[in-house]
Each structure stands twice: as structure tokens, then as C-alpha cells.
């Protein structure tokens, strides 16, 4: 097990920067994601500290040691891949055994490595199929199957579940969770499903446009989002955000001490509730509902500018289209943005 290093990691392919300034340290053992939008450059990040990409300014350490220059084999790194690429002539058996085979393992070892991996995995019985007989959730299991049986002080996952149905995939979810949980070994978890990164994550880091937004535990920054990206990335649906003046004093007189420079109030729908037109920061007119049984979205227009969505306990207000209803939140559940989008850390909650 191993902890790792990020030191203002920076990544360009010939004169185009995709990442730069990048510092992170991630603990021994812990489960960190990275999430963010296609294209951010979560993948990329993953491949440089696997060492499939150079890394163009910086240092990366794994326990200890910069591995910049050392060959990916020997970086102590396993990382599985959104597609599993088993190899199709091979079994199960040995698909999980191949690395260890590669390595010069002794046979026995190898048999009783792959044996325990299949044991931790619930796939003992699919040994001798090959992945053509196999479901892609089952195949998925393969490929993190090959991963343990190296024991490597890290896990790599890029998108593992991508290509597994909703329901396979959430199952999967909580299978991943067990196994670092059992097995205790760093894992970095790559991911554009913020619903996945809020149930996995020790920690997350938010990248955007190749850059950290946020790097903190998930109720962190769920609860205290360092910027509107974060805040409208984390929670779903996505927080509301106002900008009307009207909306930013009926928020500020909530509060003991006024506020400089809100530029922009935030609240999430689910921290949204009907209010007395007295108390009402907000008002909007019912568009449409949707009916999920344990809770309604609402979606109202705003009188004065965009639509925001209200998270309702189902009949709370009688939600009809065209009908007019004030909202309001407590005061620990407003957030206020700058001009820049920075978030104005300074509360009275
Ligand atoms: P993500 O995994 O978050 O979707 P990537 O790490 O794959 O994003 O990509 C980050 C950025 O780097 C993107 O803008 C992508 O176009 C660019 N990129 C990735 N690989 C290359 C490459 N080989 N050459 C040029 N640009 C690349
Ligand atoms: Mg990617």
C-alpha cells in the first residue's frame, strides 16, 4: 500500500496545455475520485501517475518515490479500464493469471492468487469460461480480477462501469466500495458520475477544464462547495442559482451580518420549502411535476429571471401548473458567489 504525491503536475501535448498546477496528496488507503466533465482531463491525470503519459512539468509520487521515469510495470500500479479488452482466446483462469505468468511467478502461487481473487470477486465458477460467455458485468468483475491477483500498492479504475447497465452499475458500485473496504488498498477512481463519486469517495477532486476545483470529503463539498462549478457539479437535481436583486436582499436579510459582493445566491432544490409570502426568498410559477413517489420535483418559472427546480415532500404544496408559491431555505443552506464564482465562505450559520 502506498500513498501518492501530486506536485504542480502540469501536462501539455506539443503547445496545448490540458492540465496544469496540479497538487494533491492522497493518504494510504484511501478511495479518492476524480470527477468532472468529458474532457476535463480526469483520464489523463490517471495515465500519468500509471505512467502511460509523460508528464510534461511536475512530480508524481507513489510511496514515496518519484516515478516520473519509472516504466509502468514498476510503478506498483493496476488500473482497469472502461472496456475490459480481455484477451478472447484465453480463459478467465487465464486472463488473471497472464500478468503473474508474464512475471515469472511459480506456478502454484499463481494458481492460489487467482483462486483468492475469484473467491473476493464471487466468480470461482466462471474460471474456465471464456469472455464470450460472460455478461459485461461479469467481464467487468474479470478485469478488476486481473488488477488484484497483482497486489499492486494502487488501484487505477477509469470508468469501469461506464459501459454496465443502471442497475448493474449501482450493484457494482457498492461491490467496488466492499473490496477497498476488505482489501485497504489506495484506490483513485475516475468517474463523470458525480452520484458515484458522492457514494465512493474518501475524497474528491473536482477537475475542470484541467485544473482542481476542489479537492475535499463528499459532504465537504456537497455542503460547502468552494465555487459555482463545484456547487452546480455536486447535487442532483443541480443547485439553483439566482442573481436577481431581489432574490440577494430577501437572502441577506436572512443573515445576522449582510454580506459584500453576493453576486449570486445558490440553493438546492431539496433545501428549498414553501414559505409564507412574509418569509419567501424566492417565488416562482409551477411549470410542471414530476412524481418520483417518495418526493416531487417541481420546476417553476422564476417572476423575474431563470427557472429553478423545488425538491418537494409530495402534496406539501399543492402543485398545480400556473399556480404561484414563495420559497425559502435556512440560512445554513443559502450559498453566496462572488463575480468570479467563488463561493463567500463567511456565513453567520
Ligand atoms: P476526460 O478523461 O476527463 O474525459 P481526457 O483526460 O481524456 O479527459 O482529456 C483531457 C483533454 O486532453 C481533452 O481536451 C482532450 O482532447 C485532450 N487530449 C487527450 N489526449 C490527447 C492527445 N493524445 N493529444 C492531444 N490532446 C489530447
Ligand atoms: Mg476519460
Known amino acids: 500500500m502506498a500513498n501518492l504525491n501530486i506536485q504542480g503536475v502540469a501536462k501539455s501535448y506539443g503547445q496545448v496545455e490540458v492540465m496544469s498546477g496540479i497538487n494533491l496528496k492522497i493518504a494510504d488507503g484511501e478511495l479518492v475520485v476524480f470527477v468532472g466533465p468529458s474532457g476535463c482531463g480526469k483520464s489523463t491525470l490517471l495515465r500519468m501517475i500509471a505512467g502511460l503519459e509523460d508528464i510534461s512539468e511536475g512530480t508524481i509520487s507513489i510511496g514515496g518515490n518519484v516515478v516520473n521515469d519509472v516504466n509502468p510495470s514498476e510503478r506498483g500500479v493496476a488500473m482497469v479500464f472502461q472496456s475490459y479488452a480481455l484477451y478472447p482466446h484465453m480463459t478467465v483462469f487465464g486472463n488473471m493469471a497472464f500478468s503473474l505468468q508474464q512475471a515469472g511467478r511459480p506456478k502454484e502461487e499463481i494458481i492460489k492468487r487467482v483462486n483468492a481473487a475469484a473467491v473476493s470477486l464471487q466468480i470461482t465458477e466462471l ?40 442497475a448493474l452499475r449501482s450493484q457494482t458500485r457498492v461491490e467496488i466500495a466492499e473490496l477497498h473496504s476488505r482489501l485497504g488498498t489506495t484506490m483513485i477512481y475516475v468517474t463523470h458520475d458525480q452520484v458515484e463519486a458522492l457514494t465512493l469517495a474518501d475524497k474528491i477532486v473536482v477537475l475542470n ?73 424566492v417565488f416562482g410559477t409551477v411549470r410542471l411535476v414530476e412524481k418520483f413517489g417518495e418526493y416531487d420535483l417541481v420546476y417553476l418559472s422564476s417572476d423575474t429571471e431563470r ?41 453567520n450559520a
Open 209 to 281: 477544464k484541467g485544473n482542481v476545483e476542489q479537492f475535499g470529503a463528499p459532504m465537504d463539498l456537497y455542503h460547502r462547495p468552494a465555487n459555482k462549478f463545484v456547487a452546480g457539479f455536486i447535487g442532483s437535481p443541480q443547485m439553483n442559482f439566482f442573481n436577481d436583486q431581489n432574490v440577494i436582499s430577501a437572502a441577506q436579510d436572512t443573515l445576522d451580518k449582510p454580506l459584500k459582493d453576493i453576486v449570486t445566491v445558490g440553493i438546492r432544490p431539496e433545501h428549498l420549502t414553501p414559505a409564507h409570502k412574509d418569509e419567501a426568498i
Open 127 to 166: 474460471l474456465e469460461r471464456h469472455p464470450r460467455n460472460l455478461s459485461g458485468g461479469q467481464q467487468q468483475r474479470v478485469a478488476i480480477g486481473r488488477a488484484i491477483v497483482r497486489k499492486p500498492e494502487v488501484f487505477l479504475f477509469d470508468e469501469p462501469l461506464s459501459n454496465l447497465d443502471a
Open 307 to 347: 427557472d429553478f427546480i423545488a425538491k418537494l415532500v409530495p402534496d406539501h404544496v399543492s402543485a398545480k401548473r400556473g399556480a404561484r408559491h414563495g420559497f425559502a431555505a435556512n440560512v445554513e443552506h443559502l450559498h453566496f458567489f462572488d463575480t468570479l464564482g467563488a463561493a463567500i465562505a463567511e456565513r
